[in-house]
């Protein structure tokens, strides 16, 4: 008896004891938090026909030095991201960045990006600091573009911005963005009213990307006539076969003037990229820019002339990439004004410029 006592208390206590090991349930700990190096820099050589000036045309900041070997951007960055929270700091340098960041307050100048950010829902982001713009299909990397330099459109609207952003995923295809900023590429507010912006981005399949962006607000200095800027950026990108892609590109906008009607500007382009091999692809652009007024671009033609900025132009890069972090990029482009725009080797304008980029840019 006393036996079968003791077996049937050794039994419970053991029973008792794997009861409170932990079970193989499903791991449901949070992801592991993510910490990101990444380095960029873009290496150049431009020529300019037919002046022999160091500097291109002032509408021009990306790759902008001519009849010389420069850097166009270095960056180097860190980003962090878990279940809950991100945020990212990154420095950069450059030709891109003293001529960009010309009107910025020294000490913010050579910050890329510097925010951070949680999750209000499980589908959004909150983020606020300064970030790259929700305008364009182009970015301020050059290796991230079809094309080595950048178009007239994507120079002359914001390269990046500082503000808050709101992120929203509403399906799988389809993310929404709502934006309140400094300005129109504004690290600090120049006069205390806040503009807003609005993306919307639509992936119906696989090959097509559909982007509605816009902009609002009031750009004129504190002690200046108010003049609100109204602005739509819209574009497209098609991948019609796996050698071949596509995208287009149209900008219009609007800005209040005094004593007439509101002046405007559009632009836009189209782009045509061919992958020869893994390592060698082509791209080609056809583009126009036409702006009333000095709005957004001003032109270099004489006092007393009609400030009207009305070009086109046409480009072709050829792209070598021996391995994922290298990209060594030749490039050809042609712009011409309707009007005397450019500057000629002698004394006066000229209506055609033309110049060759040559490029090699690595990335981790």
């Known amino acids: 008896m006393k036996l079968q006592l003791l077996c049937c208390l050794t039994y419970l206590f053991a029973a008792s004891a794997v009861a409170q090991v932990p079970s193989a349930a499903p791991d449901t700990a949070a992801p592991t938090p993510s910490i990101t190096w990444y380095g960029f820099a873009d290496a150049y050589h431009g020529y300019d026909f037919p002046g022999r000036s160091p500097q291109r045309p002032a509408f021009l900041y990306s790759h902008n030095r001519a009849n010389e070997f420069a850097l166009n951007n270095a960056v180097l960055g860190v980003r962090y991201q878990d279940e809950h929270a991100r945020g990212a700091l ?3 340098a450059g030709t891109y960045v003293e001529a960009n960041y010309a009107a910025e307050p020294l000490v913010l100048r050579h910050l890329y990006e510097a925010y951070a950010g949680f999750r209000p829902t499980r589908q959004a982001w909150l983020d606020l600091g300064i970030f790259a713009s929700h305008i364009g299909l182009e970015s301020a ?13 994507a120079e002359n609207s914001p390269y990046y911005e500082a503000g808050a952003r709101l992120t929203y995923e509403i399906s799988p295809r389809l993310t929404a963005t709502a934006l309140v900023l400094n300005g129109w590429q504004n690290l600090r507010d120049n006069n205390r009213g806040k503009a807003v912006g609005t993306q919307l981005q639509w992936k119906p399949t696989g090959k097509l990307v559909l982007n509605s962006s816009t902009f609002f607000g009031n750009e004129q200095p504190q002690d200046s006539a108010r003049r609100r800027r109204y602005f739509h950026d819209f574009y497209l990108t098609y991948a019609a076969s796996p050698r071949l892609s596509l995208a287009a590109l149209l900008d219009l906008g609007a800005q209040q003037a005094p004593g007439r009607r ?7 382009y189209a782009l045509a990229r061919y ?13 126009y820019y036409r ?3 000095g709005i ?11 400030n009207f900025f009305r070009v086109a132009g046409a480009s072709l890069n050829l792209d070598y990439a021996p391995t994922s972090h290298v990209t060594a990029r030749l490039e050809g482009r042609v712009l011409r004004g309707k009007d005397p725009l450019f ?6 304008l000229t209506r055609t410029y033309g110049n060759v980029t040559s490029s090699v840019a690595v990335s981790f």
């Open 296 to 306: 957004i671009i001003q032109t270099t033609r004489p006092t007393g002339f009609e």
């Open 90 to 92: 990154g420095l950069h």
């Open 275 to 287: 992958q020869f091999t893994k390592q060698v692809a082509a791209t080609a652009r056809a583009e």
């Open 291 to 293: 702006a009333a007024h």
């Open 343 to 348: 500057a000629k080797k002698e004394n006066g």
């Open 141 to 153: 990397l050059s290796k991230d573009n079809w094309t080595l330099t950048r178009s007239l459109a």
């Open 262 to 268: 509101a002046d405007v500007w559009h632009t836009g």
